[in-house]
DNA sequence: CGTGATATGTTATGTTATTACGCTTGAGTG
DNA sequence: CACTCAAGCGTAATAACATAACATATCACG
């Protein structure tokens, strides 16, 4: 069977690196801290780092979480997410839980149609602490 | 009558000039925009204008656009403007317009609820074209 | 007056992201 | 095969965004 984070086949180098990077972190990794795991692949510059995750992210295999300056793999094994996509950060732990919602892309949807905005790319991150950490602190 | 932008009294001089600079300002400016806009009063380091705008973002008299490393004035002239708060960022003339959405907040909530997560802080921002710049373009 | 909290000014530094330039690779075509 | 065109790659330099560390100032309040 097939790993959950199997990656396509037809990525460069680079591009493979970055992504197994994200794959392999338990949170979201900043450009540079990616940079830095892979100086012993042979990665010497951030815009190495940066040229590969316009694309992962373009694809639709990572995602850049905006209030963090950092990059996470996406979660949908498939890569099929398409609309909006919304992010839970925990502060605790560092974990990001990625999920889609209907109504609030509907209800944006609506909003824009009313105000004749054309949407072409929404970010939606949640800052927080998830319920692990929520009992580990009680 | 009160000028739509007043500006609160009890605001230190810095924290007075950067609002008012962000109060003047077509769209939305970054740190450093502000920072050359007040050279002129006196302002010579980044930290200066970081310091006034973290005070005006803590009372709700300035927000953060995440994902363009800026910041605007508070479109609520009474700044009474509580919880979840969507941005939708015109990427033809950088405008921005502040909105809430009940609904939205609400499912937010019902996700959390489910999940155990206890929400702290959300960004919301849609990138887009407004209706003026779609029009233009036509 | 003293003292603690908040604000300020300044220098230096850290972190994130891009520009500019030239070389390499590989698919597709004449 | 040779050509060329698009995409990717490597490197250096720099731009843009943000904070650390430290000293001084201001002001409410006991």
Redesign the pocket.
């Known amino acids: 069977m097939a790993h959950s984070h199997d990656v396509p086949s037809d990525l ?4 493979g690196l970055v992504l197994g990077a994200l794959n392999h972190s338990e949170g979201p990794l ?4 990616i940079l830095d795991k892979l100086r012993a692949d ?7 780092v ?3 995750l316009d ?1 992962l992210v373009e694809r639709g295999l990572a995602h ?1 979480l905006e209030s963090l ?2 990059f996470v793999a996406c979660a949908d094994e498939h890569c099929h997410r398409k609309g909006l996509i919304a992010f839970a950060i925990c502060e605790g732990c560092g974990k990001v839980d990625e999920f889609a919602d209907a109504v609030i892309e509907e209800r944006l949807g609506e909003w824009a149609g009313a105000k004749g905005f054309k949407v072409e790319r929404t970010t939606m991150e949640i800052r927080g602490k998830c319920g692990v950490c929520l009992a580990a602190a009680a």
Chains 1, 2 share one sequence.
Do not use: C, H, I, M
């Open positions: 460069t180098r680079n591009q900043s450009a540079y801290d042979g990665l010497r510059a951030p815009l190495q940066y040229r590969a694309k850049r300056n950092a």
